[in-house]
């Protein structure tokens, strides 16, 4: 009997993230090069990939499924970072303030809705492959607001490799920032979508947190797109996360393609999570 999922797949050849064996044997030239139908797609606005994402759902695609790939993707490309950082440091003259840079646990700050589901998932990979993971739900509701979020931070919970953080405000995260150069990367899984206005707390520390990391030479990765810069527009809130690389899903997106969007994203990769064909009228 054929499940949902297997009949609604995507007809392109690309092996799907959850599904790869390979993906996080992959540096981030290899990512793009295995996602490179995704990454010559035309792009789209946000709301066009809501709209496809539950078309995608509707044919029988659970989003729990989505999720998974998408997070599984984030983790190949930290995986990716973190290799590659390791490697930049053991060829450079290395300074006593940089030594113990990048010996602490990957930090994820997700946000309680799907971007931070993706940020959960990525958690759960990563630690799989042996890399330790401070997971902080960035939220004053002590658990994520959507049911597949709240599934991965629940599945989070047995994972000895990864530790689980609840900050529902901003001195909780001015906290977490105290040693934040000794962070192997900083994962931005805030928001997936631009903001009205100004940022709110505690949103907005962690924010700057992403930011001040990145000041102290630790990588950042963003998810779907810098947290205050628009999907569709590319414009930015202040404060907006500074990333160095951005992995985004399905299509490219407009907003990641404007001078603005280009000037925060850093390098951006484009994964694909399985939405089929059918529900793509892009």
């Known amino acids: 009997m054929t499940t949902p999922d297997r009949a609604a797949r995507a007809p392109r050849g690309d092996r799907l993230p959850a599904d790869d064996p390979k993906l996080f044997e992959l540096d981030l030239a290899g990512l793009a090069a295995r996602w490179a139908d995704a990454m010559d797609c035309a792009p789209i606005t946000a709301a066009q990939m809501t709209g496809?994402?539950?078309?995608?759902?509707?044919?029988?695609?659970?989003?729990?499924?989505?999720?998974?790939?998408?997070?599984?993707?984030?983790?190949?490309?930290?995986?990716?970072?973190?290799?590659?950082?390791?490697?930049?440091?053991?060829?450079a003259v290395r300074s006593e303030a940089a030594e113990h840079r990048g010996t602490g646990p990957v930090l994820a700050l997700c946000g309680p809705g799907n971007n931070g589901g993706d940020g959960f998932v990525a958690a759960r990979r990563l630690a799989a492959h042996g890399i330790r993971v401070a997971v902080v739900l960035v939220s004053a509701s002590s658990r994520p607001g959507t049911p597949d979020a709240a599934r991965n931070w629940d599945r989070l919970g047995p994972v000895s490799l990864v530790e689980r953080i609840h900050a529902p405000v901003a001195r909780d995260i001015a906290t977490l920032g105290q040693g934040i150069e000794r962070a192997a990367l900083v994962i931005d899984a805030l928001l997936g979508t631009g903001v009205q206005g100004g940022l709110r707390e505690p949103v907005r520390t962690a924010v700057e947190l992403c930011n001040r990391a990145r000041a102290a030479g630790v990588p950042v990765l963003a998810v779907d797109t810098p947290t205050a810069c628009d999907l569709t527009s590319g414009e930015l809130s202040d404060p907006v996360v500074r990333a160095d690389v951005t992995v985004t899903f399905h299509r490219p997106k407009t907003g990641l393609l404007t001078r603005r969007g280009r000037m925060v994203a850093g390098r951006v990769l484009v994964a694909p999570i399985g939405i089929p064909a059918a529900a793509d009228r892009a």
Do not use: C, F
Request: glycine share 10%.
């Open 52 to 91: 496809t994402d539950a078309k995608a759902q509707r044919l029988g695609v659970s989003g729990a499924r989505l999720m998974e790939h998408a997070g599984t993707a984030v983790a190949a490309v930290a995986r990716a970072l973190i290799v590659g950082a390791a490697a930049s440091a053991s060829q």
